[in-house]
């Protein structure tokens, strides 16, 4: 049967979910949270910054949306746990947080790889398992991380990033190969550059900035905002037969060939 008009009006609707948007203050995932709670979902903005997520919530309460700080760091699992505590049941999961250390592979320090992977690879581990359970549970939910056009392609200066990148693309479509029999839908979203906290060392050199810009078709930068169409595409029941997916946000980057070698 083929669903009425006035049913596809609300495939967007996320009104009586609860989203958790973890970096949820500053970049791509205060602009997921946003994006979210202007479509009904009550957020839970979670970041390691709690003056940030504060902002954030409070930004969302003033446009007339539901929005809760809390304080969270995806390096540890036991004070994930204590987070959430109490704060119901989650719909939506949407992981943003990631770190980088530009150096060559030969240059890395043990310390720095731990630090990379600890946080990119091992925390969204962490964080999935702990969301993931209570989705199944319920035998519903849809849960979207961040990935990079870096789990595909790469350049100097980004290995070990890159491998996190790949690494967390493969865990999550092992799960949703995993949960989707108990209706859980797992995707990734891989953005080419956008202008966030992350991305300040290239902004700040202008050569590199540029380049980077004319390698993607439409010859510019991302702004977080225009990947908030994209998280409230995956959070909402307009993807209802959509998981295991990485749907790319990269202005036509890897869709082109050629290569800028990075400053290190």
């Given amino acids: 049967m083929t669903p009425s008009l006035p049913r596809y009006a609300q495939l967007f609707d996320l009104t009586g979910r609860t989203a958790l948007v973890v970096g949820a203050g500053s970049g791509i995932g205060q602009a997921s949270a946003q994006a979210l709670a202007a479509f009904g979902a009550r957020v839970l903005a979670a970041d390691v910054n709690t003056a940030a997520v504060a902002d954030t919530a409070a930004a969302i309460r003033a446009e007339g949306g539901m929005a809760e700080p809390i304080a969270f760091d995806m390096r540890s699992g036991e004070g994930m746990e204590a987070a959430l505590a109490g704060q119901g049941d989650i719909d939506v999961l949407v992981a943003t947080p990631s770190i980088n250390v530009r150096k060559g592979l030969l240059d890395y320090s043990e310390a720095e790889f731990d630090r990379v992977v600890g946080l990119n690879l091992k925390g969204t581990f962490l964080l999935l398992q702990r969301v993931a359970r209570g989705m199944a549970e319920r035998g519903r939910g849809s849960i979207i991380v961040f990935s990079s056009i870096r789990g595909e392609v790469v350049e100097p200066g980004q290995g070990v990033y890159a491998a996190t990148k790949a690494g967390v693309r493969q865990m999550c479509r092992a799960l949703a190969a995993e949960l989707g029999p108990r209706g859980v839908r797992v995707n990734l979203i ?75």
């Fill in 190 to 264: 891989a953005p080419g550059v956008v202008e966030t906290p992350l991305t300040a060392q290239i902004k700040n050199n202008p050569e590199w900035y540029r380049a980077y810009a004319q390698k993607g078709a439409l010859q510019r930068w991302a702004q977080p905002g225009e990947m908030a169409g994209a998280v409230v595409y995956l959070a909402s029941d307009a993807s209802s037969y959509v998981t295991g997916s990485v749907l790319y946000v990269d202005g036509g980057w890897t869709a082109q060939d050629g290569r800028f070698t990075p400053p290190l």
